[in-house]
Structure formats: structure tokens, C-alpha cells
């Protein structure tokens, strides 16, 4: 597989070197000298030139990648024509754009955009939803308005009980996905099983019941 990256600040560039530490070829692109030059020893390429500038961009032979990412987040007029460009123009079979407002979002997909992601908008909802009242939460994804899922320590009240006994799942319609135990997952435990101190769980549902669940 192979993704190439438009746009090295920083989360473009920890894209890229997430990308290769699991074994994709990057090709990381930007303006800057100095960014590119950064990531051209972790990057499979690494290119600088003007983002803006169609034949630049037909050099790069962005066709022959799986996925390209636009990921100038803080400049919406650019990274909305570029994406239209992509879409439109160079008719690239899938492109993953980052907003930076709800606004820049609507505006990419627009543009044709397959995929739009927001990091800090969804790194803030995640962290609401570990703090306060949902503090025992480690992680929380969210699956839409008021659903998610989330990972949590198994509390002391259900060690020694097993999984088909515990309230947090029968009264609060909470689905268990997966437990960890000792590094070893095992998903959709049986109801038999006999939770242990340090047992990690994944559990999806309404939010609030999330909340409940391990209090």
C-alpha cells in the first residue's frame, strides 16, 4: 500500500511517519524546504514544490497512490482547491482532506473530498468524554451523536463474578466487544467467564449507559 501526504505540518508529518512505522510507502510533500528535508530520510520520497501548481502536481504521479491525503489544515481556500483539483481535474480515486472547522469541512466534501477528518474536533470529544462524570473512561470514540464506544478498567465490584452476571451489561444494555487480560484479547468473551483484577474491557453503547457502566 502507498499514501502520499500533501502538506508536512504537524500532523501531516506524523502521519507520514506513522504510516511507515507500519510498513506503508509515503510520499510526503510541501512547500517548505526545511519539511521536507526533515522527513526525506523516514518518507520512501519526499518532494518540495508549489501545491498549487497543476503540472507540479501531475509530476508527482499522484494516480499511482491508494489514498492521497491533503492535510493543510489551516488554509481553507487552499486546501479546498486543491482537493477540487484532485477530484476534479486529476480524478484521483480516493482523497482524505483534514478540516479545521465545520465550515472548511462541508466545504471539502464538496469538493469531492471521500473522506474528511477533523483531529482536533474528535480529540476534544474524546477527552470530554474522560473527564467529569466519565472519568473511569480511558478511550471514547464516538459512533454518532449519542453513541460510542470505549475502553475501561474493569471495576473491583465485578472481579470474581462472571461477565453474564454483571449489571453494567444486562441493566445498562452495554455491549461487551472485547476484554483484555495479560495482553491477550479475546473478543466477545464468553458469559461464563470469570472477570479478574487488571482485566481491561471495550465495551459500545448509548453514552450515558457507557458512563454507568463502570461506575
Given at each position: 500500500?502507498?499514501?502520499?501526504?500533501?502538506?508536512?505540518?504537524?500532523?501531516?508529518?506524523?502521519?507520514?511517519?506513522?504510516?511507515?512505522?507500519?510498513?506503508?510507502?509515503?510520499?510526503?510533500?510541501?512547500?517548505?524546504?526545511?519539511?521536507?528535508?526533515?522527513?526525506?530520510?523516514?518518507?520512501?520520497?519526499?518532494?518540495?514544490?508549489?501545491?498549487?501548481?497543476?503540472?507540479?502536481?501531475?509530476?508527482?504521479?499522484?494516480?499511482?497512490?491508494?489514498?492521497?491525503?491533503?492535510?493543510?489544515?489551516?488554509?481553507?481556500?487552499?486546501?479546498?482547491?486543491?482537493?477540487?483539483?484532485?477530484?476534479?481535474?486529476?480524478?484521483?480515486?480516493?482523497?482524505?482532506?483534514?478540516?479545521?472547522?465545520?465550515?472548511?469541512?462541508?466545504a471539502l466534501r464538496l469538493a469531492g473530498a471521500d473522506?474528511?477528518?477533523?483531529?482536533?474536533?474528535?480529540?476534544?470529544?474524546?477527552?470530554?468524554?474522560?473527564?467529569?462524570?466519565?472519568?473511569?473512561?480511558?478511550?471514547?470514540?464516538?459512533?454518532?451523536?449519542?453513541?460510542?464506544?470505549?475502553?475501561?478498567?474493569?471495576?473491583?465490584?465485578?472481579?470474581?463474578?462472571?461477565?453474564?452476571?454483571?449489571?453494567?451489561?444486562?441493566?445498562?444494555?452495554?455491549?461487551?466487544?472485547?476484554?483484555?487480560?495479560?495482553?491477550?484479547?479475546?473478543?466477545?468473551?464468553?458469559?461464563?467467564?470469570?472477570?479478574?483484577?487488571?482485566?481491561?474491557?471495550?465495551?459500545?453503547?448509548?453514552?450515558?449507559?457507557?458512563?454507568?457502566?463502570?461506575?
Open positions: 500500500m502507498n499514501v502520499a501526504i500533501l502538506g508536512l505540518g504537524r500532523f501531516g508529518s506524523q502521519l507520514a511517519e506513522e504510516l511507515v512505522a507500519i510498513g506503508v510507502e509515503v510520499l510526503a510533500v510541501d512547500r517548505d524546504d526545511a519539511r521536507v528535508n526533515e522527513l526525506s530520510e523516514t518518507a520512501t520520497l519526499a518532494a518540495a514544490g508549489d501545491l498549487s501548481d497543476f503540472e507540479f502536481l501531475q509530476s508527482l504521479a499522484l494516480q499511482d497512490y491508494d489514498s492521497v491525503v491533503v492535510a493543510i489544515g489551516s488554509e481553507v481556500a487552499t486546501s479546498v482547491l486543491l482537493t477540487l483539483t484532485l477530484k476534479r481535474r486529476l480524478k484521483l480515486k480516493h482523497v482524505v482532506a483534514k478540516a479545521s472547522t465545520n465550515d472548511h469541512a462541508e473522506l474528511v477528518i477533523s483531529p482536533e474536533q474528535e480529540a476534544a470529544i474524546r477527552l470530554a468524554h474522560t473527564l467529569g462524570p466519565s472519568s473511569h473512561l480511558e478511550e471514547y470514540m464516538s459512533l454518532g451523536p449519542t453513541y460510542g464506544v470505549a475502553k475501561l478498567k474493569a471495576p473491583i465490584s465485578a472481579v470474581g463474578r462472571t461477565i453474564g452476571s454483571l449489571e453494567a451489561f444486562t441493566r445498562h444494555n452495554v455491549v461487551l466487544l472485547a476484554m483484555v487480560r495479560n495482553d491477550l484479547v479475546t473478543f466477545r468473551p464468553d458469559r461464563d467467564v470469570v472477570v479478574e483484577d487488571g482485566d481491561v474491557w471495550l465495551i459500545a453503547g448509548e453514552d450515558e449507559q457507557l458512563r454507568r457502566a463502570g461506575s
